[in-house]
């Protein structure tokens, strides 16, 4: 819901009632994560996508229905087109369940809060029943990071909702913790009161964390190519560099903010103050070991972070790595950084070299290769790289709970 939430707000806003279709479960090489959503106006417009234009039109369909009240919300499955039975389906072979329902202000009076939260960067999960009795689906719980369903900033629970069982949104306040911890959205089986091992219910979790952080150590002219391409994969870019007089906001006017600061301190305040997880990446560009090597002993040593990544050629990465081992970084810390920097493109210039970064930096986060889809033989995606349906027991035990 995330690409379409300002339209959405404002049409929700304005008392116009809304189709909104959300991918809730993929499977396979399926082109949209969960939580991709496209909406249907009740002028007949449509924003956004839920499969890349494969199952749109279909979609659309469904949408059109609910708002002149002839169908009621609905789980859809796509799956393979059959082209001789010129079936609706994704060309591309994977599986996608949409979830569509009518959204307004009745139906959803928490949205606005919603938006007010994904706006300030605070974190905020959505909990949707999408299949089960149909008494309960379409209800919802909204839950705020302490878990218990009520405004993390002080509000009172009025806007929180409920899936009309309450030991389901028991369960829901529990289990969410992990997923909204980590940014991930899923598909929960639970019973139909909630029981965590039965099945019958599902619910769809999405999860609005802050954007993944970025941070770029060194305030040269590859720093700003790769603050605009963390910028354009949607992170929250801040560069870092001890000398003012190259740290500016006019030299980096793409990047969120530009601290003028010793890397390495500032990462050991960010870090001490809980705004370093595991969604974090580091890009360390400086290539000067005066900065470096403080700086990748506070990194390495971090117990949770999402990439390293640091910058120079063979000879520095040498000399680098044994004066960290000098200063008493182990083998395996030293296992957890990408050095040098990037995927082997053949990169020459910033831009191309920013490219090499973020490559590395999604491969490192959904396992990929590297290599020329072309040489692969199977399925693009893995298993692994697509969200199941999670079971409610697994997500309990996860959080300790």
Same mark, same amino acid.
Request: proline share 12%; net charge positive; hydrophobic share 30%.
């Given at each position: 819901m995330r690409d379409v939430l300002p339209t959405l707000e404002g049409w929700w806003a304005e008392?116009?009632?809304v189709a909104l279709a959300t991918v809730v479960g993929t499977f396979r090489s399926a082109p949209r994560q969960p939580g991709a959503s496209m909406l249907v106006g009740d002028d007949g417009q449509a924003v956004g996508s839920v499969?890349?234009?494969c199952v749109e039109g279909a979609v659309y369909e469904l949408g059109s229905g609910i708002l002149e009240g002839t169908d009621d919300a609905t789980l859809q499955r796509y799956g393979v087109s059959d082209d001789d039975a010129f079936a609706v389906g994704l060309t591309c072979g994977g599986i996608l369940d949409v979830y569509v329902e009518r959204v307004d202000r009745e139906s959803f009076p928490q949205l606005g809060a919603i938006a007010e939260a994904v706006r300030e960067h605070r974190s905020v999960a959505v909990?949707?029943?999408v299949s089960g009795p149909a008494e309960r689906v379409g209800r919802r719980l909204v839950i705020w990071p302490d878990g218990r369903g009520e405004r993390s900033d002080g509000g009172n629970g009025g806007v929180e909702g409920s899936t009309g069982s309450v030991r389901l949104d028991d369960a829901l306040r529990d289990d969410v913790r992990g997923l909204l911890a980590a940014g991930r959205s899923a598909l929960v089986s639970y019973g139909t009161d909630g029981e965590r091992r039965g099945e019958g219910l599902q619910v769809f979790v999405e999860s609005f964390a802050p954007p993944p952080r970025l941070i770029v150590f060194g305030a040269i002219d590859f720093a700003a190519a790769v603050a605009r391409m963390g910028t354009f994969l949607g992170m929250r870019v801040t560069v870092c560099d001890a000398r003012p007089v190259f740290a500016t906001s !006019?030299?980096?006017?793409e990047a969120h903010e530009v601290v003028v600061d010793w890397p390495h301190r500032y990462l050991a305040a960010e870090a001490e103050a809980g705004r370093i997880d595991g969604r974090t990446a580091l890009a360390v560009l400086t290539h000067?070991?005066?900065?470096d090597v403080p700086l990748l002993e506070v990194a390495l040593r971090l117990p949770e972070i999402g990439y390293i990544g640091a910058m120079g050629s063979r000879r520095t990465h040498s000399d680098r790595e044994q004066r960290l081992i000098e200063a008493g970084v182990t083998e395996a810390e030293l296992a957890r950084m990408s050095s040098p920097i990037g995927l082997d493109l053949g990169a020459r210039t910033p831009e191309e070299t920013a490219v090499s970064i973020a490559a590395e930096m999604i491969a490192h986060q959904w396992g990929g290769r590297g290599t020329?889809?072309?040489r692969?033989?199977?399925p693009i995606h893995t298993e692994s790289n697509v969200e199941p349906v999670v079971s409610a027991? !697994?997500?309990?035990?996860?959080?300790?709970?």
């Open positions: 008392g116009r009632p499969s890349g234009g909990a949707t029943v !006019s030299r980096f006017p000067d070991p005066k900065f020329p889809l072309s692969r033989d199977g027991a !697994s997500l309990s035990a996860a959080a300790g709970s």
